[in-house]
């Protein structure tokens, strides 16, 4: 029997997250730099996404699922998708198993800088930005979740 766990993210962590995010996007050439769970959630971003972030959100998760399956014989936590109609490409890096950063960028020579950014990013996020869901937070944790879904729906 598989184990699910649900996960809680403190809203304080997440405007650091995103003021991180923001940070990194000034040091970097990357156009946008979301933070997003497995089922699809933007849960923190800065820049201009290519698409709406719910979208991206959505179609990142499904990219990160089917390549995680294919690279998992590798065990890399990084890769990026090229699309060359527009010389851009999205850039994906594993935080854990349920969390990942997304950077989309156009300039081919940004691609070390995020990369490096991203990995950075993501190891400081490993140590400080999830924790399994207990009881006493089960309130909080819905809560959290209200206020996305309502975000969301209010569009």
Same mark, same amino acid.
């Given at each position: 029997?598989?184990?699910?766990?649900?996960?809680?993210?403190?809203?304080?962590?997440?405007?650091?997250?995103?003021?991180? $995010? +923001?940070?990194?996007? /000034?040091? %970097?050439?990357? !156009?946008?730099?979301?933070? =997003?769970?497995? #089922?699809?959630?933007?849960?923190?971003?800065?820049?201009?996404?290519?698409?709406?972030?719910?979208? $991206? +959100?959505?179609?990142? /998760?499904? %990219?990160?699922? !089917?390549?995680?399956?294919? =690279?998992?014989? #590798?065990?890399?936590?990084?890769?990026?998708?090229?699309?060359?109609?527009?010389?851009?490409?999205?850039?994906?890096?594993?935080?854990?198993?349920?969390?990942?950063?997304?950077?989309?960028?156009?300039?081919?020579?940004?691609?070390?800088?995020?990369?490096?950014?991203?990995?950075?990013?993501?190891?400081?996020?490993?140590?400080?930005?999830?924790?399994?869901?207990?009881?006493?937070?089960?309130?909080?944790?819905?809560?959290?979740?209200?206020?996305?879904l309502n975000q969301i729906f209010e569009k």
């Open positions: 029997m598989s184990r699910t766990s649900i996960l809680y993210v403190d809203p304080a962590i997440l405007e650091r997250v995103e003021n991180k $995010l +923001g940070l990194l996007l /000034a040091q %970097t050439r990357a !156009s946008a730099i979301l933070l =997003i769970d497995r #089922s699809g959630l933007v849960l923190a971003s800065a820049g201009d996404p290519p698409l709406h972030p719910d979208e $991206l +959100g959505a179609v990142a /998760a499904g %990219t990160i699922q !089917s390549m995680s399956t294919m =690279i998992r014989a #590798s065990r890399a936590a990084e890769f990026i998708v090229r699309i060359p109609e527009n010389n851009s490409n999205l850039q994906f890096c594993d935080v854990d198993k349920r969390l990942f950063l997304l950077a989309y960028y156009a300039d081919e020579g940004a691609e070390e800088e995020v990369r490096l950014a991203l990995r950075e990013l993501a190891n400081a996020a490993r140590n400080s930005l999830t924790e399994e869901q207990t009881t006493d937070r089960r309130i909080d944790n819905v809560s959290f979740i209200e206020q996305k």
